[in-house]
């Protein structure tokens, strides 16, 4: 079965978040003045279960859905983690199982992730400064500690490993060459974000949004550039290779090039709602579904409706309007 939504697009990923807590708190993600002690996370009872979330997850497949990321939070806090790869690792027709991760937990989980089905992981390193980086993240970890992380996950064959970088204007852009230079030669790839008005809480400004053009732009000053072809149909990276062939760097254009005409993503919150865009205001409740006892046609026929009921293109209507609209946080549904 191939769904297509409103747009003409077809349903082909599906980005999982399995919990809303984290141990680091970016500011461009989860502040600490919002994300504080205070603040109220999922309680267990409230997450899906990993059983609710296959279940979930067979039914997408079985519409169209052949990649799968693991979000978060951070999902490696998430106890148990590789019980959930193994499941969904057995899923027919999925063809890509990976997880996003700000890779300070991964030498401990790397090799039984790997073990259990998991393919590949994109770890967030926004720069290799270590006072830029520890500012960026609420000195969650230091720069070694994200390092030791890509260097279990290419020892336990996670390949290829690819290393996300938000840019801010001001705050880490002076840093970008410093990251493909140090990766240039090893195999992993770099992708550089344009930074997104994701949520309520990050203070975006488009002050601070150093357009793609401008990062390539630095980039071949240093390290001359050709483009790639997408490696799939929907990918939100735009691909780019040094000349010399020692590297692939992405840069990904939400803002100054958007890419709603070709996204086919949904997003599985933690407590099992589900959401047609990274900028929504309100998800579709499952869990109330699921633990009411509908029955696969029942679930089958709501995910059948979300799609094909799916209008969104924030990215490209972006405006002064939109930008003030409540939306779900980066922290909730995955970046």
């Given at each position: 079965?191939?769904?297509?939504?409103?747009?003409?697009?077809?349903?082909?990923?599906?980005?999982?978040?399995?919990?809303?807590?984290c141990?680091?708190?970016?500011?461009?993600?989860?502040?600490?003045?919002v994300?504080?002690?205070?603040?109220?996370?999922?309680?267990?009872?409230?997450?899906?279960?990993?059983?609710?979330?296959?279940?979930?997850?067979?039914?997408?497949?079985?519409?169209?859905?052949r990649?799968i990321?693991?979000?978060?939070?951070?999902?490696?806090?998430?106890?148990?983690?590789?019980?959930?790869?193994?499941?969904?690792?057995?899923?027919?027709?999925l063809?890509?199982l990976?997880?996003?991760?700000?890779?300070?937990?991964?030498?401990?989980?790397?090799?039984?992730?790997?073990?259990?089905?998991?393919?590949?992981?994109?770890?967030?390193?926004?720069?290799?400064?270590?006072?830029?980086?520890?500012?960026?993240?609420?000195?969650?970890?230091?720069?070694?500690?994200?390092?030791r992380?890509?260097?279990?996950?290419?020892?336990?064959?996670?390949?290829?490993?690819?290393?996300n970088?938000?840019?801010?204007r001001?705050?880490n852009?002076?840093?970008?060459?410093?990251?493909?230079r140090?990766?240039?030669?090893?195999?992993t790839?770099?992708?550089?974000?344009?930074?997104?008005?994701?949520?309520?809480?990050?203070g975006?400004?488009l002050?601070?949004?150093?357009?793609?053009?401008?990062?390539?732009?630095?980039i071949?000053?240093?390290?001359?550039?050709?483009?790639?072809?997408?490696?799939?149909?929907?990918?939100?990276?735009?691909?780019?290779?040094?000349?010399?062939?020692?590297?692939?760097?992405?840069?990904?254009?939400?803002?100054?090039?958007?890419?709603?005409?070709?996204?086919?993503r949904l997003?599985?919150?933690?407590?099992?709602s589900?959401?047609?865009c990274?900028?929504?205001?309100?998800g579709?409740?499952?869990?109330?579904l699921?633990?009411?006892?509908a029955?696969?046609?029942?679930?089958?026929?709501?995910?059948?409706?979300?799609?094909?009921?799916?209008?969104?293109?924030y990215?490209?209507?972006?405006?002064?309007?939109?930008?003030?609209?409540?939306?779900?946080e980066?922290?909730?549904?995955?970046?």
């Amino acid at each position: 079965m191939t769904l297509t939504d409103r747009r003409n697009r077809p349903l082909q990923g599906l980005r999982i978040s399995v919990t809303d807590r984290c141990n680091f708190r970016c500011n461009y993600c989860m502040p600490e003045d919002v994300f504080g002690t205070d603040y109220r996370f999922l309680a267990r009872d409230e997450l899906l279960t990993f059983e609710e979330i296959t279940r979930l997850a067979s039914l997408l497949v079985e519409r169209g859905v052949r990649r799968i990321r693991i979000t978060g939070g951070e999902p490696l806090v998430r106890r148990n983690l590789d019980r959930l790869v193994g499941m969904l690792a057995a899923l027919p027709g999925l063809q890509d199982l990976s997880l996003t991760t700000n890779g300070s937990l991964l030498p401990g989980q790397a090799a039984a992730l790997a073990a259990a089905g998991l393919r590949r992981v994109t770890v967030s390193l926004d720069s290799l400064d270590e006072g830029v980086f520890r500012s960026m993240n609420g000195g969650g970890a230091g720069v070694a500690d994200v390092l030791r992380g890509i260097e279990a996950a290419v020892s336990a064959g996670l390949l290829p490993v690819k290393v996300n970088a938000v840019v801010r204007r001001d705050v880490n852009d002076h840093t970008v060459v410093d990251l493909v230079r140090h990766f240039r030669g090893t195999g992993t790839i770099v992708r550089f974000i344009e930074y997104m008005d994701v949520g309520n809480s990050n203070g975006w400004s488009l002050e601070e949004v150093v357009p793609a053009a401008e990062i390539l732009a630095r980039i071949s000053a240093v390290f001359p550039l050709e483009p790639l072809e997408p490696d799939h149909t929907g990918e939100v990276a735009r691909r780019w290779r040094l000349c010399d062939g020692s590297a692939e760097i992405g840069v990904i254009t939400s803002v100054s090039n958007p890419f709603c005409a070709s996204c086919s993503r949904l997003r599985l919150s933690p407590e099992g709602s589900l959401y047609t865009c990274l900028f929504a205001g309100k998800g579709f409740d499952l869990r109330g579904l699921l633990r009411q006892g509908a029955d696969d046609a029942a679930l089958g026929q709501a995910l059948d409706s979300v799609w094909r009921d799916r209008d969104d293109q924030y990215s490209r209507i972006r405006s002064a309007a939109t930008t003030r609209l409540p939306r779900v946080e980066m922290s909730h549904i995955g970046g």
